[in-house]
């Protein structure tokens, strides 16, 4: 098992355990939560900006080229990263990539944005509160891994080979915290503003550098060249 796989397998079971956590808070700390209300994120302390700024960190490590031991998938859009093939880059052959793979990345996209509008319309109809909204941004933060780890359904669509290769490997925090759009207040905005900078960033650069984007362009991409080993393919090769 690689090196980052363990590293992911242990952040799994920490936000397993902070799931678990936020849904004791709300069954037996109610109050915690009031830092989601307008004005309240500097007025007292919540064991929830504990998690706020470790959701800020991770996203400050997306966008910007820090050297670190961060999966290749999320950090391909540095140079530092983009490793160029031997050969001449077929620039047809890239831009015919990138045009599919992004036509595949908006549908995985509309259908967030139909979650999202349930989770949306069950807000604004009273059916969800503010923490259970936010509690739908934990569980996609639970989930998040398990699609790294375990299973991806947007593989369905995406049709990518593995994480490292993923067209939308860094939409993870967009996804995360898109539901929090509805909730208002500076600690659901500040996470839902960085996440959106996060995910520009990733896009102009899938716009400005496609071939760091694409295993036929950027060597580091290709399963021979491959360290992270977090694939579930990979795993199950392991296994036979």
Known sequence: ?????????????????????????????????????????????????????????????????????????????????????????????????????????????LLWCALLLVIGVLYWLGVLTKPMVFLCSVIFYVCDLICVLIWCPFRLILKNRCCTTCRIFNWDHLMMFSPLLFIGGFYALSLAGTAILAWLVWELCVMMYPERFWDKSNLALQCSECTDRLCTQYCQKLRR
């Open 1 to 109: 098992m690689s090196e980052i796989r363990r590293s992911y397998l242990i952040r799994l079971v920490l936000r397993c355990v902070i799931l678990l956590c936020c849904v004791g808070l709300l069954l037996f700390r109610p109050e915690q939560f009031s830092v989601l209300e307008r004005g309240e994120f500097f007025s007292r302390f919540s064991l929830l900006h504990l998690l706020w700024g470790v959701w800020l960190a991770d996203m400050i490590l997306q966008i910007f080229p820090i050297r670190n031991k961060l999966p290749l998938g999320s950090m391909k859009l540095f140079a530092n990263r983009f490793r160029p093939i031997r050969e001449k880059i077929n620039y047809q052959a890239l831009h015919d990539h990138v045009v599919t793979t992004t036509k595949a990345a908006y549908q995985v996209m």
